[in-house]
């Protein structure tokens, strides 16, 4: 091979390397449960598989199973990120507030997560159950960097094009932000009446609360003495 010839090569080695081969994308999976009871559920391998549907094991291999069926447009999960808050609500924000995903913002403003990022959660209530206000911040504070959201469950993604010429998409989206806020307001109403029983239960029956008994009374059989 002559020396003139070489940089042709080297240069259509290079072109057929640009055609062919995708760029990568790095995926992020962020994975959440917000009670300890969901943790201990992680390990249980005898468990129905809808008790741990949840659980930081299945929300990391959910995403990594995605990342693989789709490496052919390039995606790379990224796996530095340890994007993980365990027994941490959504419904209030404390995930936006201190947790992890608060922490994926960061790293999107100061370009450790760069622009055109995925950010993958294994359904949508995993990164907010709050208002749908608060739901529609979160996703305008990620569209700001350019970053697109799957949800593993049900393959879609969402990029800022759903605010224009991929529109049809949002109402998907928001259904899943109505569900999320839903499901959380009956956990909350479950526990709210829950609470109510069991304090008239004490109050009308003696029937003992849960936590510390009291310095002046005395628990046996299930009642205060």
């Not at 995708?22 to 809808?50: D, F, H, W």
């Not at 507030?97 to 760069?114: I, M, N, P, S």
């Not at 529109?167 to 999320?180: D, P, Q, R």
């Not at 029983?197 to 004490?202: I, K, L, M, P, S």
């Amino acid at each position: 091979m002559t020396k003139d010839k070489l940089p042709v090569t080297v240069a259509g080695v290079n072109n057929y390397f640009k055609i062919n081969m995708p760029l990568q994308i790095k995926c992020y999976s962020y994975r959440r449960v917000s009670s300890r009871s969901q943790l201990a559920t992680s390990s249980n391998k005898g468990s129905n598989k809808e008790d741990i549907r949840d659980s930081l094991i299945t929300q990391e291999e959910n995403a990594e199973r995605w990342v693989k069926t789709h490496k052919k447009e390039g995606f790379v999960l990224d796996t530095a990120l340890r994007l993980e808050d365990r027994a941490v609500s959504a419904s209030a924000g404390i995930n936006l507030a201190k947790g992890k995903l608060r922490d994926f913002l960061e790293y999107c403003k100061d370009g450790t997560v760069r622009r055109g990022s995925y950010l993958l959660f294994d359904k949508w209530d995993r990164g907010s159950r709050g208002n749908v206000m608060q739901q529609f911040n979160l996703l305008q504070g990620l569209f700001e960097y350019d970053i697109t959201i799957v949800t593993v469950y049900n393959n879609q993604r969402y990029s800022s094009k759903i605010l224009d010429s991929e529109s049809h998409k949002i109402w998907i989206l928001v259904g899943e932000m109505i569900a999320a806020y839903a499901f959380s307001q009956n956990l909350r109403n479950t526990a709210k009446q829950a609470w109510i029983r069991r304090r008239v239960g004490a109050i009308e029956k003696g029937k003992v609360l849960d936590g510390v008994c009291p310095s002046w009374l005395t628990r046996r059989d299930g009642k205060y003495y």
